[in-house]
């Protein structure tokens, strides 16, 4: 099969393209004839850093965590999915988990759903990581109707998700952009746009809750943003972050109250720990997609498996729109 290596860590620019045996299915997973994967920010981490990060893959490894495909062979033990299905996950790229920028990928039948029949290969490609971040963060944090959310980043991949479900669960939701394409965005899925460039926290805290605060806070910048969230939020709020790599004084946090809850959705693919779970809210997330209720926002650029390179510098650049994505 064709697929692109990378044996050594370090730039774009270290992607090979490379003929290579295509797996063969075994016991608890799929084959799958790849369509498309899309990029995410820890593709990039893992390419750049290496053996600095802990779920790393062994050299020469195959990177792409999230894709769309057909299934082509069904291991033992698998009885929901058949050859000739469409499917879609976040299934490898890390660790021991061979990844998706090939033509075929061994997926662990746990971690993949029957692809959104409203979506396309590319545009299903797009929603596994940043869908499941999203869903789990607003699940933890206890989401319901009648709530006032805010979404930080919902121009982002995982914030323009986490925003749709937000509104899709009946809440009341706010999301900080930068600038106008941004926010007509966010305004476009739903949500109440906040340029955080221009309204402080008390500005909009005070413009949208009566100086009360969020209920909840779905945070996918974190990082010191993380204390915005806390200034931002009601006593006893909930708050999800996708990004807490950092050190930081929780002395807000324990006077309001609030719980935190730190979103790493990697850990079923890392630690083989109720991989199962993945695997249900996909196929939850396709069900709120095919009744219309959420859409995935792909970037326009398109680009094919020889320019993966490409595809990363892209997302690095901070120019797309949405997802970018690789189609096979």
């Given at each position: 099969m064709r697929a692109m290596v990378i044996r050594q860590f370090g730039e774009s620019d270290v992607f090979e393209s490379a003929e290579l045996a295509t797996p063969q299915v075994k016991s608890g997973h799929v084959l799958v004839n790849v369509a498309a994967t899309s990029v995410n920010t820890v593709d990039n981490m893992i390419r750049q850093m290496g053996s600095d990060l802990p779920f790393s893959p062994a050299l020469p490894a195959v990177l792409g965590m999230d894709f769309a495909g057909t299934v082509t062979a069904v291991g033992d033990g698998v009885d929901n999915f058949a050859v000739g299905d469409e499917v879609y996950g976040c299934a490898g790229g890390l660790a021991d988990l061979p990844g998706a920028m090939a033509e075929y990928m061994?997926?662990?039948?746990?971690?993949?759903?029957?692809?959104?029949?409203?979506?396309?290969?590319?545009?299903?490609?797009?929603?596994?990581?940043?869908?499941?971040?999203?869903?789990?963060?607003?699940?933890?944090?206890?989401?319901?109707?009648?709530?006032?959310?805010?979404?930080?980043?919902?121009?982002?991949?995982?914030?323009?998700?986490?925003?749709?479900?937000?509104?899709?669960?009946?809440?009341?939701?706010?999301?900080?952009?930068?600038?106008?394409?941004?926010?007509?965005?966010?305004?476009?899925?739903?949500?109440?746009?906040?340029?955080?460039?221009?309204?402080?926290?008390?500005?909009?805290?005070?413009?949208?809750?009566?100086?009360?605060?969020?209920?909840?806070?779905?945070?996918?910048?974190?990082?010191?943003?993380?204390?915005?969230?806390?200034?931002?939020?009601?006593?006893?709020?909930?708050?999800?972050?996708?990004?807490?790599?950092?050190?930081?004084?929780?002395?807000?946090?324990?006077?309001?109250?609030?719980?935190?809850?730190?979103?790493?959705?990697?850990?079923?693919?890392?630690?083989?720990?109720?991989?199962a779970e993945h695997g249900a809210i996909l196929t939850k997330l396709a069900e709120i997609i095919d009744a219309g209720h959420m859409q995935v926002i792909v970037d326009e650029q398109r680009y094919t498996l020889e320019q993966a390179g490409a595809a990363q510098d892209r997302l690095t650049s901070g120019k797309g729109m949405g997802k970018v994505v690789i189609e096979i």
């Amino acid at each position: 099969m064709r697929a692109m290596v990378i044996r050594q860590f370090g730039e774009s620019d270290v992607f090979e393209s490379a003929e290579l045996a295509t797996p063969q299915v075994k016991s608890g997973h799929v084959l799958v004839n790849v369509a498309a994967t899309s990029v995410n920010t820890v593709d990039n981490m893992i390419r750049q850093m290496g053996s600095d990060l802990p779920f790393s893959p062994a050299l020469p490894a195959v990177l792409g965590m999230d894709f769309a495909g057909t299934v082509t062979a069904v291991g033992d033990g698998v009885d929901n999915f058949a050859v000739g299905d469409e499917v879609y996950g976040c299934a490898g790229g890390l660790a021991d988990l061979p990844g998706a920028m090939a033509e075929y990928m061994l997926a662990d039948a746990d971690l993949i759903a029957h692809k959104p029949k409203s979506l396309s290969m590319r545009e299903a490609a797009a929603m596994p990581l940043v869908g499941i971040t999203a869903y789990e963060g607003l699940s933890r944090a206890n989401v319901s109707a009648g709530q006032k959310v805010l979404v930080h980043g919902g121009a982002g991949g995982v914030g323009h998700i986490a925003l749709q479900i937000a509104k899709y669960l009946g809440a009341d939701v706010y999301s900080t952009g930068g600038g106008d394409t941004q926010l007509k965005l966010i305004e476009t899925l739903g949500a109440t746009g906040i340029n955080y460039r221009d309204e402080t926290v008390t500005d909009y805290v005070e413009k949208h809750t009566n100086g009360h605060g969020f209920d909840a806070i779905f945070d996918s910048v974190g990082g010191a943003n993380l204390l915005n969230s806390f200034d931002a939020a009601a006593l006893n709020a909930q708050i999800a972050t996708t990004v807490s790599l950092l050190e930081l004084d929780l002395s807000l946090a324990h006077m309001k109250g609030l719980s935190l809850h730190v979103v790493f959705m990697l850990i079923p693919m890392i630690h083989n720990h109720k991989r199962a779970e993945h695997g249900a809210i996909l196929t939850k997330l396709a069900e709120i997609i095919d009744a219309g209720h959420m859409q995935v926002i792909v970037d326009e650029q398109r680009y094919t498996l020889e320019q993966a390179g490409a595809a990363q510098d892209r997302l690095t650049s901070g120019k797309g729109m949405g997802k970018v994505v690789i189609e096979i």
